[in-house]
């Protein structure tokens, strides 16, 4: 979907008219029907004020242009309700909701998250401990809230 379809998607789904969007989001009706026909996209402070508004992140309100993936245990982030919230509950999308919690991580040692992968992430191939925990750490330190 085009970010026009989006927010004309996102003003409907709210039973809104232009004028309720508007008034909402505190611009004009004007703006909204520009976004609408795509004349023009809100700028970057309106996506921010949007996604709190509606509680959709701003990835979402473009297109989902990028995957996300949290940075600090690797899982794609294919949905909204996955994405972690800072404390004034804003969309935190470097992060899921199980490693970042009110502006608070969840693992603060990387050897913590991978204790928790040994133990519930699935071992197909039958490897050793040893070999799994080189494995995840590999893969870890790539992200940007493991990187060195």
């Given at each position: 979907?085009?970010?026009?379809?989006?927010?004309?998607?996102?003003?409907?789904?709210?039973?809104?008219?232009?004028?309720?969007?508007a008034n909402r989001v505190n611009i004009t009706r004007q703006a909204v029907s520009r976004w609408e026909t795509g004349e023009t996209q809100p700028?970057?402070?309106?996506?921010?004020?949007?996604?709190?508004?509606?509680?959709?992140?701003?990835?979402?309100?473009?297109?989902?242009?990028?995957?996300?993936?949290?940075?600090?245990?690797?899982?794609?982030?294919?949905e909204d309700s996955?994405?972690?919230?800072?404390?004034?509950?804003?969309?935190?999308?470097?992060?899921?909701k199980w490693c970042y919690v009110d502006g608070e991580f969840i693992y603060k040692q990387k050897d913590s998250l991978i204790?928790?992968?040994?133990?519930?992430?699935?071992?197909p191939q039958n490897q050793s401990d040893d070999e799994r925990r080189k494995l995840f750490d590999s893969m870890l330190s790539q992200l940007k809230h493991w990187k060195a």
């Open positions: 979907m085009e970010v026009f379809e989006i927010l004309k998607t996102l003003r409907e789904k709210n039973n809104l008219t232009q004028e309720e969007m700028n970057p402070e309106m996506l921010k004020v949007l996604s709190r508004e509606f509680n959709i992140s701003i990835n979402t309100l473009l297109g989902s242009p990028r995957q996300l993936y949290c940075q600090c245990c690797g899982m794609p982030l294919t996955m994405i972690s919230r800072e404390p004034d509950q804003t969309f935190n999308e470097d992060y899921c204790d928790f992968l040994l133990q519930h992430m699935p071992n």
